[in-house]
């Protein structure tokens, strides 16, 4: 970003330039990433007030938006933004197929929900803008390696769910927290000047918001 000696940015704006992004997207997300954790369908599944059923349909409809996410990622792959946070060790679309098969549920077969449309859309519309990709692939796979976790736990503690039906949240990873780490650290080298890392905090926010969408239709089509 470039300024006319008259226009300086504010101090603000300035403080802002110099932070980390890995730690503004944590900023920025922190109250839209808290609401959808706490939605009702997300806080009865975890806490084992449903059935195993439930989590089918969840993962029946992350199964469009991977497949989504991995098909922009592929066609984003060579740009220098996108190739920091690339990584075939994340993909994950293979391995929820299986998942679904172990559960019975054919995807071709499933509906995505109004949410799921949307959330899609959005990020169909990243193809040209690497910036809002690495939002959507911050937030979901970052999230996989983290809460994913607790997610698989719970499922086998409540719903004696077997491992072989959890691959989605297994990574041919050895140590988590370095990954982690060292993602943190790609997305703190990014090329980004002010505006296109403000698009992709934008974008960030509005990732968790769909996912709060998706959990809210749910509930809603499970009441």
């Known amino acids: ?18 932070q ?10 922190a109250v839209a990433h808290q609401r959808a954790e ?4 997300v806080e009865e599944l975890l806490g084992g007030a449903l059935d195993a059923s439930q989590y ?17 990622g592929d066609d984003l ?25 172990a559960y019975g549920v054919d995807p071709s077969a499933v509906e995505p929900l109004p949410a799921v449309r949307r959330y899609v859309a959005a990020i169909e519309s990243t193809r040209n ?5 690495v939002a959507h692939h911050y937030t979901r796979y970052l999230g996989d390696l983290s809460g994913g976790q607790v997610v698989a736990h719970r499922l086998r503690q ?16 050895d ?31 509005a990732a968790f918001e769909h996912n709060q969408e998706l959990f809210d239709d749910l509930a809603g089509a499970a009441a």
């Open 20 to 29: 980390r992004i890995s730690d503004r997207l944590r900023a920025a997300t």
């Open 77 to 101: 792959a060579g740009d220098p933004i996108a190739d920091a946070v690339l990584d075939e060790k994340l993909r994950r679309l293979p391995r929820l197929g299986a998942d679904l098969a």
């Open 158 to 173: 409540h719903y004696g769910v077997d491992e072989e039906a959890l691959t989605f949240y297994a990574f041919d990873i």
């Open 56 to 72: 089918h349909r969840l993962a029946a409809q992350l199964y469009f938006i991977y497949r989504a996410l991995e098909s922009v």
């Open 175 to 205: 140590k988590l927290k370095r990954y982690k780490d060292a993602y943190r650290e790609r997305l703190d080298a990014l090329p980004l000047d002010e505006e296109a890392t403000g698009r992709l905090l934008a974008e960030a926010v």
């Open 38 to 41: 706490s939605s009702g369908f």
């Open 129 to 133: 803008d690497p910036a809002r990709y």
């Open 1 to 18: 970003m470039t300024t006319t000696p008259d226009t300086e940015p504010t101090a603000d704006a300035a403080d802002a330039a110099t």
